[in-house]
């Protein structure tokens, strides 16, 4: 897919369904908001768990491998925020993005009329560096990656609330494929595939270079050159992945290329064809948009679904939320209503957020925790914008 340029007052947004087949192009209206709504720090919603919550981020190399999408780079570098549980909280709250960050992401999507660098004054609940709290081996991990160009921090709010839980989270930024990547001492890597024609294999291509970048993450976090401090708190035998568009996607790849993934999540993310070849026999759920992933509907993006459903043959579920947009289930659509941007989303962002947080967690809690969840089986009067299909 090409980029295209909109009409003024437009805001271009790109949604791939991370398998390349669908490429949307949504003009996204230019809501002007008050100037006061302008002018305010947008925040992230409150994490609902008892634990304070840290944060820190993590530098790591591959020398094993040279980066694939710039080929003269001989090593595979890796940006990776840790989120887990803390002892208390701390003095500083973390930062959500740096203003160039800022800039580089809202000026991807075309939007105007609010200041560049408003997101890196996005209030978090995270505190930078807090002390961890638990017992050796005592917490489950969760991987989380983005959607295709996007950076780490825009799951941020999905990852202070495991955290809050009792989770570990570590969310990568998968080098040159998102927009704005800082590295220490500030350089700042922009992604080198979001331009041009989105061919089918690009996101195969994706899917298992973000596969190797996970594997290559927990190789750090779990063994014996642990890259964090806190790393014995971890439970290698529990941990999961789960990730947005091209992420989700890419959770399928990196389960079948490693085995100490228990569990995994696709968040609105449509299949490359030639990841998912055999079966998968650990638990797996979909959870995205109706629009686009209605069994049965005929939408391309759906098929994928259902093709690899079949070769799912371990405990599963599919689930659609009602009224939703692809950033629904991000950070992006309740920032975006924040600072007076209509996303198109029937649901406010606030409540997709809320429901994407309690449908993660309890997918969670029941496969790495074993704890029984009834919200998974069966439609809830809590949640009624949330249908079970498959």
């Not at 949604?15 to 809501?31: D, H, Q, Y």
């Not at 949640?383 to 498959?390: A, F, Q």
Request: charged share 20%.
């Amino acid at each position: 897919m090409r980029r295209v340029t909109e009409p003024a007052g437009v805001a271009r947004r790109t949604l791939i369904g991370s398998g390349g087949l669908i490429a949307v192009l949504v003009a996204v209206a230019l809501v002007p908001a008050p100037a006061a709504a302008r002018s305010a720090a947008p925040y992230l919603p409150e994490p609902t768990g008892s634990h304070p919550v840290g944060t820190t981020s993590l530098w790591v190399k591959d020398s094993s491998r040279p980066d694939p999408w710039v080929p003269t780079v001989k090593h595979r570098e890796l940006m990776v925020s840790l989120w887990y549980p803390a002892r208390s909280p701390g003095r500083l709250r973390a930062p959500y993005m740096t203003a160039k960050e800022s800039g580089l992401f809202l000026g991807d999507a075309g939007i105007t009329g609010v200041p560049a660098d408003v997101l890196s004054r996005t209030r978090t609940n995270a505190f930078t560096d807090a002390k961890p709290a638990g017992r050796k081996r005592g917490l489950p991990l969760v991987v989380l990656s983005p959607g295709f160009g996007k950076p780490r921090s825009t799951l941020t709010a999905l990852s202070e609330e495991l955290a809050s839980r009792g989770y570990v989270v570590a969310a990568i930024d998968h080098t040159y494929e998102s927009v704005a990547t800082t590295f220490p001492g500030g350089r700042v890597t922009t992604c080198v595939p979001c331009e041009g024609d989105h061919e089918p294999s690009l996101f195969t291509k994706v899917s298992k270079v973000r596969a190797a970048d996970v594997s290559f993450v927990l190789d750090r976090l779990t063994g014996k050159r642990a890259a964090w401090k806190g790393a014995s708190l971890i439970d290698p035998s529990r941990i999961a992945m789960a990730g947005h568009s091209a992420g989700g996607a890419s959770t399928i790849a990196a389960m079948l290329g490693d085995s100490r993934i228990r569990a995994g999540i696709d968040v609105d993310g449509t299949t490359p064809d030639g990841i998912l070849d055999r079966d998968l026999t650990r638990p797996f759920m979909f959870l995205g948009k109706p629009e686009t992933y209605t069994p049965g509907s005929g939408h391309p993006a759906a098929a994928t679904w259902e093709r690899d459903w079949k070769l799912m043959t371990g405990w599963k579920r599919w689930l659609l939320v009602k009224g939703t947009v692809h950033a629904s289930f991000t950070d992006v659509l309740p920032l975006a209503e924040q600072l007076g941007i209509d996303a198109g989303a029937e649901l406010p962002g606030a409540r997709s957020l809320a429901i994407t947080r309690r449908y993660v967690r309890a997918f969670l809690d029941l496969h790495l925790l074993r704890k029984p969840q009834p919200l998974l089986d069966r439609p809830s009067p809590r949640y009624p914008e949330v249908s079970h299909h498959g």
